[in-house]
């Protein structure tokens, strides 16, 4: 009997024993297999312990690391931190440089160490610098927010140029910054990079700071730097404060709040992720941005798209690219845990509120073209809405951007796309009766500027040839107009043009169709052409090409997001690093 126990007993512990393996192995399967290693110059203790209150909250749940770039000791603890990641089942390591700029002698420093361990095997992936992040500019935009409204001049102060030549290439970074983030012209933006210490040409560039700090009458100064902050009384700022003339004004603000950073971080990750070759495209969020009107109007495009929202993560953001609302589209999809978005501008030109939307996630300032002059007074759309809590009188701010931790990217504008072609050809034939008789008039809102109109006319002719050669070529003739539909004089000329075509096409038994080339809807030919007989087709939205359209530019806008935009390191400058000191 005892012994009839005993082995009961050890069946039951080595049963128990096999679950709690079991139940273990996903726990194991879930380590994650890339490794991120966050790299930022080591600023001294309370610099130090803000940086590493944002990495702890990026951190959770991944396999990260952060390594604080000292002087040549730090290559022995990059090397302690690899192994951590590794041990834990990293095969990738993602570098997230939390640098202001890639010439920072520093970041310099560690990418050669970084280079000879990819020599020995260890994958890597790169995200740019964090000042090349439109992020960044938001980060300075915000901060500017409290300058005096007064301030006509801005001079940004960088730290850690490792020579002559890195402190002019990170003076133009910190001058285009500028130009993103405030509403100045570029004549009134100047920047100053402080040396880091025992490098060449450092009193002379030190010399060159102080010039500039002490010219900076009526300016705003703002630090612009991960620089030494060992606590709040020895800090960067202390070694320039008393250079500043009177009527100066230093902003002495962090660089960025805690959650900024924990932004940055989750967004350059992200980045990188999308663009490796096992990345997963099926949680790339959409919104479909596109002219809005009353319940109806609206409910007909989203029942047009909503077999693709079980594809995709799906928000709508009807409006003029209206800041605000696209906005709300973007949070929508972040609470659907999408992992990157696309926004779908469903107009009828490509260039149709482009440069707006650009603007709002930030693509202009990554695109690497140069700032818009007048900075955020050159905000197209932006209809003045404020989307961040300040007003439009703050001052030399630039209008806020939307900031998100997804990678984002814009495509769209119907343009003369075969797609829609087909669709205005099947519109045409549903109310076509008699084709050899038939006259198509494809019509259009227009533009009041001439040359802008004329742009709409040749698009119609493009889709009118294209409507000849699949199909449409049994019709009598083809011919296209615009309404103009918002400018009275030429829309009262306009008009009667139609008029004539409509009656035209009437003679000999002939009949006008006229066939809108408009996103949704038919627009309002019925009282333009009151008393003339023409049939009356439908918009894109109302065939099933239009939801074939939208599903391929989300394509496109997916290979936009995984493009390859990571950056392997340049060589470093060859500096003398070994004596670098706070």
Known sequence: MVLSQSRWLRSLVAVLFLIVAVVALPAAAQVPANGVLVITPDRGFLGNAEIGDAFRTFAQGRNAELLYVTDARSEAVLDTRLAALRARGARTVTVLPLFVSAQEARWQQAQGWLQARQAQGVTMAYAKPYGASYLAVEDLSARLRDASAHGQRLLLLGYGAGSAAAAEAMRSELR??????????????????????????????????????????????????????????????????????????????????????????????????????????????????THGADWFWNDAIEQALAPLASRHPLAFAFSMADPPTVDRA??????????????????????????????????????????????????????????????????????????????????????????????????????????????????AHGQGEDAANQRWLDLLESLASQMRAIGGDHFHAFRVATWREDWPDKNKLAVAQVRAMVEEAGRDGGRALVVPARINGRGAADRYLAGLDFGWSQGFVQTPYFAQWFEKEIGKGREVLQAPAAVEPAAPAAVDHSHMQH
């Open 176 to 289: 285009r910054m500028g130009g993103f983030a405030s509403t100045l012209a570029p004549d009134a933006i100047d920047a100053t990079v402080y040396p880091e210490r025992r490098v060449p040409d450092a009193e002379a560039l030190r010399a060159r700071f102080s010039a500039a700090v002490r010219a900076a009458q009526g300016a705003v100064v703002v630090p612009v730097a991960l620089a030494p902050r060992a606590d709040t009384m020895m800090e960067f700022t202390g070694w320039f404060a008393s250079d500043l003339p009177k009527d100066a004004q230093l902003l002495a603000s962090p660089l960025a709040t805690t959650d900024a950073l924990v932004q940055w971080m989750q967004r350059a990750f992200a980045q990188v992720a999308l663009q490796q070759p096992a990345a997963d495209s099926s949680r790339i969020g959409v919104v479909a941005l």
């Open 330 to 443: 973007v949070r929508e999809l972040e609470r659907a845990n999408a992992q990157a978005v696309v926004v779908v501008r469903a107009f009828g030109m490509a260039d149709s509120f482009r440069s707006d939307v650009d603007r709002m996630l930030g693509l202009d300032v990554e695109s690497g073209a140069a700032p818009a002059a007048h900075g955020g007074h050159a905000m197209g759309g932006m209809h003045g809405m404020d989307m961040g809590g300040h007003g439009m009188e703050a001052g030399i701010a630039a209008a806020p951007r939307i900031r998100s931790a997804l990678p984002m990217a814009t495509v769209g504008g119907v343009d003369a796309d075969p797609l829609f072609a087909r669709a205005l050809l099947a519109n045409a034939l549903s109310v076509s009766t008699d084709p050899a008789r038939e006259t198509i008039i494809l019509t």
